[in-house]
């Protein structure tokens, strides 16, 4: 065998290093063609640079571009007659039953006063104003806290002989922190008894054939409600004031107002101006062609008055 004539530094690589010395190779490659690609595909012509997106504000006027605002949940194909409106919330609600039946049980009569009232704005002339014009057979209050502004529409009804059904739709959980100004509403095992104390006030002004809770969230309330192809002629928004509230609340109450019919709202003149209730008013009507009116604190959008271009 003929000895390896080889320089011994040549003698001495192994087949490791070759393959190592290849793979860096590859590796180097791959890297100089990926840095070339990326280069090439994120630096377009001039021309073609995008241009930054519109203000928010500017897109009201292209109904196109808010579409993924819009609410979109499917509704009922007919209305239901008023006179079946209690009866389906008793029914889909309620288990086809009163809610006020044997109220209160013995457990709580102690914790419920027999009456506590309190509201905001709940006893402006703008309620009677609207009931007067609009003489509703349905009336849906979204946002009721403990029912001041709808026990004073039932008595409104009542002054202009109107049998008028009223639907109080709200969650009854106060908002964090409420029971710091209500130290009176009681709490047991982390409930706190607002829609009892609601219950109770409805009793003792014994309005029972014309209030019905809906004790649901704004959101999930006027869902089911337009499945349930429940409508209103009247409907009044106070419950959440931030924007995205207000906003939510007043779409998905329009889809269940009667043609004609007149909805309405608290806080249209706060602190907050243009970034909460009245930011929503104003850009839900602009994109209605909807006229805004005002009562007092209260914002009014009459579809009867619509705008047609």
């Given at each position: 065998?003929?000895?390896?004539?080889?320089?011994?530094q040549?003698?001495?690589?192994?087949?490791?290093?070759?393959?190592?010395?290849r793979?860096?190779?590859?590796?180097?490659?791959?890297?100089?063609?990926?840095?070339?690609?990326?280069?090439?595909?994120?630096?377009?012509?001039?021309?073609?640079?995008?241009?930054?997106?519109?203000?928010?504000?500017q897109?009201?006027?292209?109904?196109?571009?808010?579409?993924?605002?819009?609410?979109?949940?499917?509704?009922?194909?007919?209305?239901?007659?008023?006179?079946?409106v209690?009866?389906?919330?008793?029914?889909?609600?309620?288990?086809?039953?009163?809610?006020?039946?044997?109220?209160?049980?013995?457990?709580l009569?102690?914790?419920?006063?027999?009456?506590?009232?309190?509201?905001?704005?709940?006893?402006?002339?703008?309620?009677?104003?609207?009931?007067?014009?609009?003489?509703?057979?349905?009336?849906?209050?979204?946002?009721t806290?403990?029912?001041a502004?709808a026990?004073h529409?039932?008595?409104?009804?009542?002054?202009?002989?109107?049998?008028?059904?009223i639907?109080?739709?709200?969650?009854f959980r106060?908002?964090?922190?409420?029971?710091?100004?209500?130290?009176?509403?009681?709490?047991?095992?982390?409930?706190?008894?607002?829609?009892?104390?609601?219950?109770?006030?409805?009793?003792y002004?014994?309005?029972?054939?014309?209030?019905?809770?809906?004790?649901?969230?704004?959101?999930?309330?006027?869902?089911?409600?337009?499945?349930?192809?429940?409508?209103?002629?009247?409907?009044?928004?106070?419950?959440?004031?931030?924007?995205?509230?207000?906003?939510?609340?007043?779409?998905?109450?329009?889809?269940?107002?009667?043609?004609?019919?007149?909805?309405?709202?608290?806080d249209?003149?706060?602190?907050?101006?243009?970034?909460?209730?009245?930011?929503?008013?104003?850009?839900?009507?602009?994109m209605?062609?909807?006229?805004?009116?005002?009562?007092?604190?209260?914002?009014?959008?009459?579809?009867?008055?619509?705008?047609?271009?």
């Amino acid at each position: 065998m003929k000895e390896d004539q080889r320089p011994l530094q040549q003698r001495n690589k192994s087949p490791t290093s070759k393959l190592f010395t290849r793979s860096a190779a590859y590796v180097i490659l791959v890297l100089l063609s990926y840095t070339l690609g990326y280069l090439s595909h994120t630096s377009p012509p001039q021309q073609q640079q995008l241009q930054p997106p519109s203000p928010v504000f500017q897109l009201a006027d292209s109904l196109s571009q808010l579409d993924n605002f819009r609410v979109t949940a499917p509704c009922a194909n007919s209305p239901l007659p008023p006179h079946l409106v209690f009866p389906t919330i008793l029914d889909r609600v309620f288990n086809d039953s009163s809610p006020y039946s044997n109220f209160p049980p013995p457990y709580l009569s102690s914790f419920l006063k027999q009456r506590r009232i309190k509201g905001w704005g709940s006893y402006g002339a703008v309620f009677k104003h609207l009931i007067k014009r609009v003489k509703p057979q349905v009336i849906i209050e979204v946002g009721t806290f403990l029912g001041a502004s709808a026990l004073h529409m039932v008595n409104v009804t009542r002054e202009l002989r109107l049998q008028t059904q009223i639907l109080c739709l709200d969650d009854f959980r106060g908002w964090p922190g409420f029971r710091d100004r209500f130290k009176d509403i009681k709490m047991i095992n982390g409930d706190v008894l607002l829609f009892q104390q609601f219950m109770q006030n409805v009793i003792y002004f014994n309005a029972t054939g014309s209030v019905l809770p809906v004790p649901f969230s704004t959101a999930s309330g006027l869902e089911k409600l337009c499945e349930w192809g429940i409508t209103a002629d009247l409907i009044e928004i106070d419950a959440g004031h931030d924007f995205i509230s207000a906003w939510g609340d007043i779409n998905r109450a329009y889809r269940i107002l009667r043609p004609g019919g007149v909805i309405f709202g608290h806080d249209y003149f706060t602190k907050a101006d243009n970034r909460g209730v009245r930011r929503a008013v104003n850009l839900f009507a602009q994109m209605n062609n909807l006229k805004i009116q005002t009562d007092g604190q209260h914002w009014v959008l009459d579809t009867s008055l619509a705008k047609h271009n």
